[in-house]
């Protein structure tokens, strides 16, 4: 495959996309005088329209997408998005209200905010839901905040969360943000958390129990109303990571699983074009102890209006500008109710169906290190084809070649090798069966040629990328000497 230049490569001295006619009116100079313009970029590209958009759209093309295909990050739930969302969120009134508009001009607006966390309340069975948080990481260190200003109220701020070694790493990370130490506790044989381990742990100086459920192996925590009843015991509170929610909707609640804060990703749950950054939200929704230090603002219903309420003495204020991301709240709304209360219920059965053919089908070929029912996603590991000496990097990278995005690979920690994938509602009978047919020729490969696996993708623009080195010696500006750069 031909490598695509950097469009510095392509830039001669002199060359523009397109050029104006004289003027034939006086240039007024003096009306830019205070505007920070430059005549020129030093080492900006000079190219004609032709090159730019061939460019820009043959580097298109060498994108993945969920819209081209099979996707199975695990954990990430990168289902495809229903293009209904998309208009939904681009009617004027949504994409261009002023963030600054007032409560009066915006009704429509507040109705969605207060119509998506009532839906929300319903579907996770919870008192009240802010809508503010960013991100699952974001809405993580909110909860915590939310628990924090609870118990110091109380007199008793307390010193630890607990947290099961499957966790995703944001886990530990928001707990300490907020302040907290971190203690590990161990899963039992089965993926679950040990019980009898966690009494143990469950000192006075534990503020939460921060758990997954489904749990990062795809496995249901089933002990979860004792381990409810164990932290509250204690006088800790019981944080669930809900980003695995695409399992459970319509067929259990957090809330009844006595859960007291819980946060959501929107952007998988409840569709959103995630990956690269996009813009996600992470709404966060408490029981009625922990609803008054919610973030401000909240949206409440007054004489029939909705107003955006500041004044809230015990909140722990604002958590993100405005009210948080917006447009994303727009397509989550268009999805539920698109959906409606039966189509979540069957979303979340299909997910489970897939992820499960997915985990038969290739059970013996792949290691399955928790062979456990598992629901929305299955972790597999290398461990078969270690002894040939192949990893899971050089599995993740082959698949590469046959056209599918690999699963996400070393994590959860507890399994090494691991394979995590997910193939969420959205997959036909097909596609799984093309992925499956992909995975078990790589087995067979692993076996007979190894080497190939090695050197893997053979098919893609850039072979083996070192993995740190954007990060560790970030290049942010193209110089000449750079023409024939190395890439290794
Ligand atoms: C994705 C994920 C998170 C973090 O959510 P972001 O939206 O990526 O910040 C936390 N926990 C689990 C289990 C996740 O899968």
Redesign the pocket.
């Known amino acids: 495959m031909n490598r695509e230049p950097l469009i510095f490569e392509v830039s001669d001295k002199g060359k523009r996309a397109f050029r104006l006619p004289k003027l034939d009116v006086p240039f007024r100079k003096d009306l830019l005088e205070n505007c920070p313009l430059r005549r020129e970029v030093e080492g900006f590209p000079q190219v004609s329209e032709v090159e730019i958009v061939r460019h820009f759209t043959r580097l298109s093309q060498l994108n993945y997408a969920v819209d081209i295909g099979f996707y199975p990050l695990g954990?990430?739930t990168m289902k495809y998005n229903p293009k209904v969302n998309e208009r939904a969120a681009a009617l004027p009134g949504f994409a261009g209200v002023h963030p600054l508009a007032p409560a009066e001009y915006a009704q429509g607006c507040l109705e969605v905010i207060k119509r998506t966390e009532e839906l929300l309340c319903e579907i996770a069975g919870m008192d009240a839901f802010t809508l503010q948080p960013a991100?699952?990481?974001?809405g993580?260190l909110v909860g915590m905040m939310l628990i924090r200003a609870r118990l110091t109220d109380r007199g008793d701020p307390r010193k630890v969360v607990l947290i099961p070694d499957s966790a995703?790493g944001?886990?530990p990370s928001s707990a300490h943000l907020c302040g907290y130490q971190v203690r590990e506790i161990k899963s039992d044989g089965r993926g679950r958390v040990d019980v009898a381990g966690l009494e143990r742990a469950l000192t006075p100086d534990v503020a939460a129990l921060m758990l997954?459920n489904p749990n990062?192996l795809g496995v249901f925590e089933t002990e979860i109303k004792k381990i409810a009843a164990l932290v509250h015991d204690r006088g800790a509170f019981l944080y669930m990571?809900g980003?695995?929610m695409n399992a459970l909707c319509g067929i259990c609640r957090p809330g009844d699983m006595d859960v007291d804060v819980i946060h959501l990703?929107l952007?998988?749950t409840f569709s959103t074009p995630h990956g690269g950054g996009g813009p996600?939200a992470?709404p966060v929704g408490v029981k009625k102890e922990l609803a008054p230090y919610l973030p401000v603002p909240v949206v409440v219903r007054k004489e029939g209006r909705l107003v955006a309420e500041e004044d809230r003495p015990e909140s722990i204020g604002r958590v993100r500008t405005f009210n948080g991301n917006f447009l994303v709240v727009v397509k989550a709304l268009a999805y539920i109710l698109s959906l409606g209360a039966e189509g979540l219920r069957e979303m979340s059965e299909v997910a489970v169906l897939n992820a499960n053919y997915i985990r038969k089908s290739l059970e013996g070929i792949y290691h399955l290190q928790y062979p456990a029912p598992t629901l929305h996603e299955c972790v597999f590991s290398d461990k078969l084809q270690k002894p040939h000496g192949v990893s899971n990097l050089d599995i993740a990278k082959r698949l590469i070649d046959y056209g599918v995005h690999p699963p996400t690979m070393s994590f959860p920690l507890i399994v090494p090798g691991a394979l995590m994938i997910e193939p969420t509602e959205t997959e036909p009978r097909r596609e799984l069966d093309v992925f499956i047919e992909a995975m078990k020729a790589i087995a067979r490969e692993a076996k007979e040629s190894p080497e190939l696996l090695k050197s893997a993708p053979h098919a893609a623009p850039v072979r083996r990328l070192n993995e740190t080195a954007a990060a560790r010696n970030p290049v942010l500006r193209w110089t000449e000497d750079m023409k024939e750069p190395s890439r290794t």
Request: proline share 0%; charged share 15%.
């Open positions: 954990s990430c991100a699952g990481a974001h993580e995703h944001t886990n997954t990062t990571d980003a695995n990703n952007h998988k996600g992470g």
